[in-house]
């Protein structure tokens, strides 16, 4: 990732309305830029650091869905935004429970809303990529007893949960303390919602 400020992309296969919704996020102080197909933005994870995407849903080369799963599996910290010329009930479900989309937006697209679901995105972005940078050094078994304890669960909840002793939690709780630089739980849960 070269770029320290999260980029905005757009993309749609009518690449004038894409450079247009750039245009007017690039107006609004946003970085952000449009992409005609998704093997182009796909193409661009790898130099571009994106906050958040919007992403048509009907396009003829991939349709959103499937680019949203392609996007994901190589980058989860990345927040994602759908919208379409035709909207059912049907798609605003699925773009938002089975590919974590944070709005379903229908074109024409209102220019406020557009504005809030993209600050959201770059919010949730920044945040998740926190809590990953923190966390990358943590085993997988730190990962599932920090995940518990963040949630609230004992030391013994845990232990039950995972199968392990009480004492094995403590030691893993201790190595998590002592990665994260923490002085206790009230600040592992800040952690895990991205807070500083």
């Not at 005609?36 to 994106?50: E, G, Q, T, V």
């Not at 927040?79 to 699925?94: E, G, I, K, S």
Request: aromatic fraction near 6%; glycine fraction near 6%; hydrophobic fraction near 45%.
């Amino acid at each position: 990732m070269t770029t320290e400020k999260p980029v905005v992309g757009v993309l749609d296969d009518d690449g004038d309305l894409a450079a247009t919704v750039a245009r007017l996020l690039r107006r609004h102080g946003l970085e952000a830029r449009p992409f005609d197909s998704p093997a182009a933005l796909l193409n661009d994870l790898a130099s571009c650091s994106f906050g958040c995407v919007i992403s048509d849903i009907q396009m003829g080369e991939m349709d959103g869905f499937a680019f949203a799963d392609a996007l994901r599996s190589r980058d989860p910290g990345v927040a994602l935004v759908f919208m379409t010329a035709w909207p059912t009930t049907a798609h605003a479900v699925d773009a938002v429970r089975r590919h974590g989309g944070l709005d379903y937006l229908e074109k024409p697209i209102d220019e406020q809303r557009l504005l809030a679901a993209v600050e959201e995105g770059v919010a949730w972005s920044v945040r998740e990529r926190r809590i990953a940078s923190v966390t990358a050094s943590f085993t997988r078994r730190e990962r599932h007893v920090f995940d518990l304890l963040v949630r609230g669960h004992s030391n013994k909840e845990i232990a039950e949960r995972l199968a392990i002793s009480a004492r094995t939690v403590e030691d893993h709780r201790a190595s998590i303390v002592t990665k994260t630089r923490t002085n206790g739980l009230a600040q592992l849960v800040a952690l895990s919602r991205g807070e500083p």
